[in-house]
Structure formats: C-alpha cells, structure tokens
C-alpha cells in the first residue's frame, strides 16, 4: 500500500514537474509574442493553456485519489495537499502567461509596449523563466539550493514593477492612457508570475523543513 | 470516529462563514474608505486583513488534522480539500479588500476615483457586497438556491469592469493617466473579488452535486 502511495505520489511531482516546464515555455513564448507583435504565437499559448488546464485536472484526481487511499502517513498526507496547491499555483501562472499573450493579441499589429521599454519587458521576461526554471528543480529534487538566486531576483523584479509604475506616472510620459495601461497590467501580470514561483519554492520548503514560512528568504507574497 | 470528523468539519464550516462575513465586512468599508477619502477606515482594514490570515491558517490546520484521521468517507476528504481550497479563496478576497483600502490611502486626502465614477464604483461595491453575501449563505446551509442571483450579477461585474476600460482609453478621458490606472486597477480588484465569489459557490456546488463544473450558471473564470 505504501508503495502505491510512493508511486502516486511519484507521478503526480513528474506532472508538477511537467506543469512548470510548459508553464516557463508559456512565459517565454509570450515575452516573445509581446515584444515582436507576433499574434500567431500569442494565439498558440493562448490555446496552449488549456493543455496545463489540464494537467491541473488530472493532478487534482491524482490527489484526491492518495487522500482517499489507507495507511498514508502525515508527510504523505502534508505532501498531498501542498501538490495540489502547487498545481493550483502552477495553472494561475499558466493564466498570466496567456494575459501577456492576450494582451500582445489585443495591440496587433503594433506592439504593446513602447519601444524604450522594449528591454524592460524583456528583462522581465528573462527573470520570470529564471525563476520558474529554478521552481521546476526545486519541484524536482526537494533540493532548495536550486533557489539561491530566487529571492534576489523576485526583489529585481519588483524593483522594475514599481519604476514602471512611476515611469508611467511620471508628467513626461508620451506614450499616453492606453499604453499606461498597458504596461500597468504586463508589469503587474510578470510581477505575480515570479511571486507565484517563490510561493511554490516556499510550500517546497515548508514540505521539505516542515516549517511553516520558517524559510524567511523564500518569503512571497502569495496574492 | 465519524462524530469527531463531523464536528471537526462542522467547525471549518464555521470559520469559513465566519471568514466570509469579514471579506463581506472588509470589502464594504474599503469601498466606504474608497469613495469618502476615509484613511482611517482604510488603515483599520488592512490591518484587520490578518484577522482573516489567521482564520485561514487555522482552518489549513484543522484540514490537514481531518485528512491524518481514519476512517474518513469520500466525501470527507472532498469536502476537506474544497474546503481548504474555498479557505485560500476567501484569504484572496481579503487581500483585495485591503489592496482598495490600500488604493484609498494612497491617494489621501483625495479622493481615489473622479467624481463622475464614484457612483459606478458605489455600484461594483454593491454587487461585491451581493455576491460575497451569497456565498456566505451557500456555504453555511451548502444550498445552491441562495446563489440565484450571483450569475447575474457577476455578469454585471464583468460588463462594469468593460464598460470602465472603454471610458478610461476614450480621447475625451480627463482625468489623466494616474486616474486611468487607479480605475483600472480599483476595477480589476472588484471584479476579481466577485470572480472569486462565484469559483466558491462553485466548489460548494461541486461537493453538494458531485458533479465538477457541472452547475453551468455558477461558471467563474478563476484566475
């Protein structure tokens, strides 16, 4: 029985695991879709999203499929619940990847944003894949030494967040409402992407340590 | 065996009608703070959102407590985990409560939103304050008939939030760019909340019915 467990437990951490790269190819895809108006790829992750849907679905049976199983043990058990939340996780960041391409789908055949920040959003971009891309490993080993560089780069990424928000606030501003908008809600859409990550890296922890936000540097914001 | 687990979902139930009257509370007077310039009001709901965490770390350990005793039904263990799951919902209302009350002191002694919108924000406070209502009474009796009028006014919601795009990118928009991102974002929170609203009137429905995504009039976007 145990084994089975092991074994379910197991399949569902290699689709979490899987979850995370077609989530990171989903965000990269779009950074590119968003900075070349490219509205072929913006609609290929768009439909691709429904393929981490349902991954999402399958790993929510797969989960309640070992809660209703025998003889867990509360790791197992505390390990369970966390997939499942990091799925949840997981299928929201798929949801601000398909927003970044939407909103690429929306400007066509300009690009959404201003070509001065052409290398902010890029940057962005660039952050957002570290960081899933070191959720991923974390996922698959437990090991958190693969999140070294998470924290420094979430407190990057929300330093750039809040420059674009004075940036578009700022008098000199030219781009105009629209584009204001616009960059408010990309910058936003990166900015929940890679605290969505260090949440994921953080339940990881919580699994691993068992203590509950003991990891104060893998603290996100988790909204 | 059976009793204790009743009772111990019996109180979750609880905490959850509980948490849902403070997100219901919350978002009420943030939306008061909004359109009143009231800072005071906005401080005292961001710092009465940890009252809501707490609740919902309880209620995270009284779940993961049901789900390491024996014996448990099925239907025990979905309940818990829609629980569990409703219970981060309603955490997440919460955050976007206080992200209003924030939006409000940020902009003290100035009222956030132009004058000619407040009635429209009054408006999307009133079907927050519907929605979440509903939602608090379908999780307390678990029937889906006290929730007749949340489709409706979700699609309200979506058509409000529409409608404020449009009239924040019209050339006769005079309020300026900072204006048109506080609109923006005030806009997405409350149409977030009542998303949200309705994804847990949703997972009730799920458990009540055993039938996933089944009650087409309760479809939420969950993002």
């Not at 990091?86 to 927003?99: C, P």
């Amino acid at each position: 029985m145990e084994n089975l467990t092991n074994e379910r437990l197991r399949r569902v951490q290699n689709n979490l695991v899987e979850m995370t790269g077609l989530v990171q190819v989903a965000m990269s895809c779009a950074t590119e879709a968003l900075l070349s108006a490219d509205v072929h790829l913006a609609e290929q992750i768009i439909s691709d999203d429904t393929q981490i849907n349902e991954i999402n679905n399958s790993i929510e049976e797969n989960c309640l499929e070992i809660l209703e199983s025998q003889n867990l043990t509360p790791t197992d058990i505390r390990m369970t619940v966390a997939s499942l939340r990091m799925s949840t996780t997981l299928e929201r960041m798929g949801d601000l990847a398909a927003h970044v391409a939407k909103q690429a789908r929306l400007r066509f055949p300009h690009v959404s944003v201003p070509e001065d920040l052409a290398e902010t959003f890029a940057q962005m971009g660039d952050i957002a894949n570290s960081i899933v891309s070191q959720t991923g490993k974390v996922i698959a080993t437990g090991d958190l030494s693969h999140a070294v560089d998470m924290t420094k780069e979430d407190s990057e990424m929300d330093q750039i967040h809040r420059q674009l928000f004075t940036l578009v606030l700022d008098p000199d501003w030219k781009h105009g409402v629209e584009s204001a908008i616009d960059v408010t809600l990309l910058s936003r859409y990166y900015e929940r992407f890679a605290d969505h990550g260090v949440t994921i890296a953080r339940r990881v922890a919580f699994v691993v340590t068992g203590e509950a936000y003991g990891v104060s540097d893998l603290q996100g914001d988790d909204k």
